[in-house]
């Protein structure tokens, strides 16, 4: 089977006779997505942020809410936390999550790729700061590190550009991708995340990328208020590689991160508490 060599993951090796041969079916993460959109009721959420906010004097968020929920399901559903590579399958060594945040809200605006990183023992709160923070930082800097990156891989000439990324798929099917090129970027995240209702939008399918190990894309869109019942509402929408679980299992998963999301009290409990199955199953 070959020596471990990747810095981000251990591969798993024992695998049944349809996942061994899943990424040899369907080769590209594009071909194998499956996708979903639901909409999640958040009248209880918005009460908590509201109070907490208030009491406290945070800068508590929707969307900090939404990637701790994630973080927290991610944890308790370590399947969802794997992505396959050179046709076998790995597990992350860590739970990351990424998303992109414009540097000012007009058409000419760069965008800043954001990469956090999760750890057991954090909790909304968290979050909420470290996201709060590592936007700031980036811009007041106007830029990050994965932007000069790429601003300067981008002034290559073209036919070095292909010869520069043809290698690093090499580097990516034999599990010897370089860590400094990976730090930092979405590709390499577990989640990508897109919060389209900062910008005003519904949410909507996004692809996942050949490119990088990402196996989870989600987009959020707008807050919505129905006058009739006087609940708030957000739309949600899923892209995932369907080889790395099966439907059971994203199923599952889905309404763990439901319960979590729509009970804010979990939220302030560290990623690693467990939720007892028989709340969501």
Known sequence: MGKNKRFDAVRIKDLDGFHSIVPYIMPKRSESEVSLTQEFDITALN?????????????????????????????????????????????????????????????????????????????????????????KTARSKKTNDVGDLMDKVGKLPRFILEIFFWLLRVFEYFGIYPKSLAAGDPNYSTVLMSNLGSIGSNSCYHHLSNFGTNSIMMTIGTIKHDEMTGKDSVEMTFTLDERIADGFYFAKSLRMFSYVFENPTELAEPISKEVPEDLFK
Do not use: W
């Open 47 to 135: 009460k908590y942020i509201e109070e907490r906010n208030k009491e406290a004097g945070t800068n508590l968020k929707l969307f900090h809410c939404i990637a701790t929920a994630v973080a927290k399901t991610i944890y308790h559903r370590p399947l969802m936390n794997t992505f396959i590579a050179g046709k076998c399958f790995y597990k992350r060594n860590d739970i990351t999550l990424s998303f992109v945040a414009k540097q000012t809200f007009n058409d000419e605006a760069q965008e800043l790729l954001m990469f956090i990183k999760a750890k057991p023992e954090m909790n909304v709160n968290d979050f909420s700061k470290l996201i709060l923070g590592d936007v």
